[in-house]
């Protein structure tokens, strides 16, 4: 199916951008499309206006480090993500995260932003900033401001964006003594994940100093694990301690249920996975 | 050899020629006839074709499962300028189409299924249409209470779908009973039962339904249509809209994809005509691919109850099957399964005394077709896990119960089926030596995931299969001043790559370059011969044969015509690479071209041309036994498949798969890997992934990220081995392979998982969350194994 008929914006700055997005209530920005063209296309979603935002000198791909924060730009694919040195040397949970996007051609065109900004909880890039406790950078009409990437998803597809304001980029702190993974369940590799997990945890001779944990399609939200987080805090990573975490940070879950998964299978599936990342983890160390 | 091979000297020449193994058969060919354009996007699909004056239909479909239509409005929607004709079931005059002519084309007043066809627009807008109808057609429907599935429609008392049947239950018999079961069972050392389920699954084929209809300049109605039997649509059509079908012409172009649901004329292609007819202008529709998952037919939800009794040794003495088929609301080819899962049945292993009972059975959900391997996969699915299961209780090898089981060279089977060099007991042999097994629950595990392997064995049709009064097919070969020939074929090229192979025997037989033989196969129809359908497995074998007769008949014309202008015995010349040659004066040469030009150049010429109509040695199956030797030749093959099992999350992961297939000769190795390997791939996705669900009649799962199939991160391995038998008739030695490999895989995964955990998931697909409830099952103290 074809898209119904829009109106297509093209600004010429950010500033224009936003303030078309804020004026125009129904219109859309289009990053990499990957996830707003399909929808338009099953006409589930048809937007009357679209303001192409990936031309936007602000938004071009790029990831720089500036002191011991990395700084991703709006329109950097899923592909250089998972390419990209720095993120592979500093943040490799999130280069795993986006090595995992369904296939190579939907890498090469979603971008980080976009996958972001749609608050879908099945998008891997979200648990892995959640993770990393990014910070999504905003820009709007009056100005730019940083959201904390855990008050940034607000409810299914719903986020902390006020209207007219775009991604234009992310900031990570560098973590210290950091050991990272991702880790996801799909039954085919382009279909949208069953379940996936980040973890991201700074260690000292064998003892978690800190923990931070995303889920994925655990919630209608992308949410982090606190409880289980906080009780990994101070403990030394062994099997014990394993399998409490992944027990404390999937036992309250309530994961949606569809024709693919029920609940209490993704809810298993979410546990094998966070037993997973923390035992490769223990390997890691180990080695 | 056969008593039919020695006493039919036509057979003797093929058996003769077999032996020479010439020209090009053998040979890997790649795809040059349609490869380049389908992967370059060249390719004229009907979605491509725009033609002057053009109009497009809009369909407006039930929005209710099940009910009538108490009235119909829609005086409004004339008013609109784009709206050119408007068809109701009302007004329309269709006559029913489906083999039991019990589904109208436009609907009313009953509703049987969502979707079901019941207004059609020819408009020059449809966009506008879609917008229009919301306001200007009003419809009320009176909403009956639905049946979703077969048990539910077998319920006493249970709405009835088509009232005037009396019953839910189709009126066809598929029932197939040979020996004495009840002697059978009580000899036995073992009786076990079980039962399985397939689900409903969509084609989903890279081409979504679509047809065109428009008028040639003679004024006849040409169907632009994605058929796969367009010598007999003609007629299905013309019956249905009461129109001369000698005015009718059907016209194939490049199709993309049908894997069985091209057997049958469609509501929407008897619609486009219609509203042709109406207008007198061209009209369109292609289906969006939401509207292909939701409305078009499905393969059948399939449950069976098998029971089988053994002798100490694994030897079957009985067996006992109960197919139930839910066929939708409307009868096609779907329902018609039935007959090939009786020759799995009885077929597949031996076994003397066998009852096949199926029923067809009516339900408010979207009707069903015949989907590559016509109901063999489903099956052999649940035959060959209860075989596993039946080993495993006699503590059995299950390679060994089959080795048992399993023919080796000519038998006829309880549903007189005359398989000829079945090698069944190689195949399962040579499969599992490719495959490494080792004996039941051997495979090295790592931690949570286990690995397994897991046998099927095939038996299927291979030498047409005649499910019509024909099972023939013709071809022409005309050769131009330059001894290029075209071969005219009936055949439809639905992406099985039958004409390379076609190509490869006219060259072969001929003597000439293969890249002399163009071959036309598409388009007009009427510009080629009859043939009776593409499917069964049947184009290369039939279309083959024919065109390997036709090639040989106008090789001793030419040669004969040379022999008088060379001076010499016909016996004395051979055509080598389009030259003619003699043998005894190697100076007598002549170039084929020039001496086709020469015959063109002079007074009382002739021009080359031959033709051969094939219709292979067989007979229909008995209307009331079901029995019958419906096919020249059957194959066999066995598969074996190593899979890994991953105990905690249930996912089950193939690592490699060997086909071993006994298709006779194989003519395009390259092009036979990949019928099989296809197949293969497509049982994989209904293996591991495809089910369609349904809510009250409803398709949830309309598109491909809701509905996966494989791609190629998802296929493991596939080693095809080929084992060639002599075939009767064929081309060549040639028989039937598209369906070969999307036959064995169900079954042979089940068995791994089963190999690999012990757990033994029943129905398809393997969903993680239903094989770690199988698994869970199975350590539970009492499970039984």
Redesign the interface.
């Known amino acids: 199916?074809r898209p119904r008929p829009f109106l297509l914006h093209r600004p010429n700055t950010l500033k224009e951008a936003s303030e078309l997005l804020y004026s125009h209530e129904d219109a859309k920005p289009l990053a990499g499309g990957q996830s707003l063209i399909?929808m338009m296309k099953?006409r589930i979603y048809s937007p009357e206006e679209i303001v192409m935002i990936g031309h936007l000198p602000e938004m071009q791909p790029g990831v720089k480090q500036e002191g011991s924060t990395i700084v991703i730009n709006s329109m950097t694919t899923h592909d250089m993500v998972h390419h990209n040195e720095l993120i592979s040397e500093y943040l490799p949970v999130l280069s795993e995260a986006a090595a995992a996007i369904a296939?190579q051609q939907i890498r090469n065109r979603g971008t980080i932003g976009g996958n972001i900004a749609h608050g879908d909880p099945s998008t891997n890039l979200s648990a892995a900033l959640l993770a990393l406790d990014a910070k999504v950078l905003a820009s709007g009409k009056d100005g730019q401001r940083e959201i904390p990437i855990d008050e940034f998803f607000l409810d299914l597809f719903t986020t902390a964006l006020e209207p007219g304001e775009i991604i234009t980029g992310f900031k990570v702190d560098i973590p210290k003594n950091s050991r990272q993974k991702f880790m996801k369940?799909t039954?085919?590799?382009?279909?949208?994940p069953?379940a996936f997990v980040a973890v991201n945890i700074q260690l000292s001779d064998g003892v978690v100093k800190d923990a931070r944990i995303g889920l994925g399609v655990a919630a209608p939200t992308p949410i982090r694990a606190t409880e289980a987080e906080e009780y990994l805090k101070n403990k030394q990573l062994n099997q014990e301690t394993i399998l409490k975490t992944a027990e404390m940070a999937t036992k309250d879950l309530e994961p949606p249920g569809d024709?693919?998964?029920?609940p209490e299978?993704r809810k298993?599936?979410l546990n094998?996975l966070m037993k997973r990342c923390l035992n490769s983890l223990l390997e890691e160390v180990k080695q | 050899m056969s008593r039919a091979v020695e006493e039919n000297p036509e057979t003797q020449q093929i058996q003769h020629l077999k032996k020479e193994r010439q020209g090009y058969i053998g040979t890997s060919v790649p795809r040059t006839f349609d490869g380049e354009d389908k992967v370059r996007g060249f390719a004229e699909y009907i979605n491509d074709m725009e033609l002057p004056g053009m109009l497009y239909a809009y369909i407006v479909r039930s929005p209710i499962p099940h009910g009538v239509i108490k009235s119909i409005d829609y005086s409004k929607l004339l008013e609109r300028d784009h709206v050119k004709a408007v068809i109701t079931g009302k007004d329309s005059g269709f006559n029913m189409i489906g083999p039991l002519r019990d589904n109208p084309p436009l609907k009313y007043p009953k509703i049987r299924s969502l979707g079901d066809e019941i207004l059609a627009i020819a408009t020059t807008d449809p966009e506008r249409a879609a917008h229009d109808v919301q306001e200007d057609v009003k419809i009320e429907y009176e909403t009956y209470e639905g049946v979703f599935d077969a048990d539910a429609a077998l319920r006493e008392g249970a709405p009835l779908v088509h009232e005037e049947t009396g019953s839910n239950v189709v009126k066809a018999n598929f029932n197939v009973e040979s020996g004495d079961i009840g002697e059978g069972f009580s000899k036995s050392f073992l009786v076990r039962e079980d039962e399985f389920s397939v689900p409903r699954v969509a084609f989903a084929p890279m081409g979504t339904l679509a047809a065109l209809a428009k008028f040639d300049e003679s004024r006849n109605l040409v169907l632009v249509s994605n058929t796969q039997q367009p010598f007999q649509l003609k007629r299905e059509l013309g019956e249905a809209i009461n129109f001369d079908p000698s005015r009718i012409r059907i016209s194939q172009p490049y199709i993309g994809g049908t894997f069985g649901r091209g057997m049958a004329l469609y509501p929407f292609e008897v619609i486009v005509a219609s509203l042709a007819l109406k207008t007198g202008r061209p009209v369109k529709i292609v289906l969006d691919r939401t509207e292909d998952f939701k409305y078009s037919p499905t393969r059948q939800p399939l449950k069976v109850r098998i029971k089988t009794g053994v002798d100490k040794r694994g030897k079957i003495l009985a067996r006992e099957v109960d197919a139930i088929l839910d066929t939708g609301a409307y009868v096609s080819w779907g329902a018609f399964d039935a007959r090939v899962m009786a020759s799995t049945v009885t077929g597949l292993y031996k076994v003397e005394n066998v009852k096949f009972d199926a029923r067809a059975v009516y339900t408010n959900n979207v009707y069903t077709i015949n989907m590559r391997g016509a109901g063999n996969p489903q099956m052999d699915f649940a035959l060959e896990s209860h075989h596993d299961m039946v080993a495993s209780q006699l503590g059995m090898d299950p390679l060994e119960f089959r080795l048992v089981n399993a023919h080796q060279g000519d038998y006829m089977t309880p549903q007189g089926m005359f398989a000829r060099n079945s090698n069944l007991k190689r195949a399962l042999e040579i499969a599992a030596e490719k495959i490494g097994w080792k004996g039941p629950h051997m495979q090295p595990g790592n931690g949570a995931k286990k690995r397994g392997i897991g046998f099927s064995g095939l038996f299927h049709v291979g030498g047409g299969a005649r499910v019509y009064h024909t099972d023939g097919s013709g071809a022409i070969l005309k050769m131009d001043d330059y001894a290029n020939v075209t071969l005219f074929t009936g055949i439809s090229e639905i992406g099985q790559g039958s004409i390379q192979a076609l190509s490869q025997i006219v060259a072969s037989e001929l003597g000439v370059p293969l890249e002399k033989v163009s071959v036309v196969y598409k388009g007009d129809s009427e510009l080629r011969p009859w043939d009776t359908a593409t499917h069964a497995s049947r184009g290369t074998f039939v279309n083959g044969a024919a065109a390997q007769r036709a090639a040989g008949e106008l090789k001793e014309t030419l040669l004969k015509d040379a022999a008088d202008l060379l001076k010499t015995d016909l016996e004395d010349l051979v055509i080598e690479q389009g030259i003619i040659k003699s043998r005894s004066d190697s100076s007598k040469t002549m170039d084929l071209g020039k001496f086709v030009r020469k015959s063109h150049f002079r007074n009382n010429g002739k021009t080359y041309l031959s033709y051969h109509y094939f219709d292979p040695d067989t007979e229909m199956a008995d209307t009331k036994t079901n029995k019958g030797n419906i096919s020249s030749d059957y194959v066999t093959g066995a598969t074996a498949a190593l899979v890994e099992v991953d105990t905690e999350t249930g996912a089950v992961t193939p690592l490699k798969i060997v086909v071993v297939a006994d298709c006779g000769t194989i003519i395009n190795p390259k092009g036979a890997k990949g019928q099989i390997i296809g197949g293969a791939a497509q049982a994989l996705g209904h293996t591991l992934f495809e089910e369609l669900a349904t809510e009250r009649g409803e398709v949830v799962n309309t598109g491909f990220s809701d509905y996966e199939v494989p791609g190629i991160t998802e296929i493991p391995e596939i080693e095809v081995e080929f084992i060639e038998s002599e075939s009767r008739e064929g081309p060549f030695g040639g028989k039937g392979i598209a369906e070969m490999g999307i036959i064995m895989i169900s079954g042979a995964v089940g068995n791994a998982v089963y190999d690999a955990t012990n757990g033994r998931v029943t129905s398809l697909p393997f969903w993680g969350e239903k094989v770690l409830k199988a698994i869970e099952k199975s350590r539970e103290p009492k499970a039984a194994q």
Request: charged share 15%; glycine share 0%.
């Open positions: 199916m399909p099953l296939d369940i039954r085919s590799d382009t279909a949208f069953l024709v693919h998964a029920s299978y298993n599936l094998v």
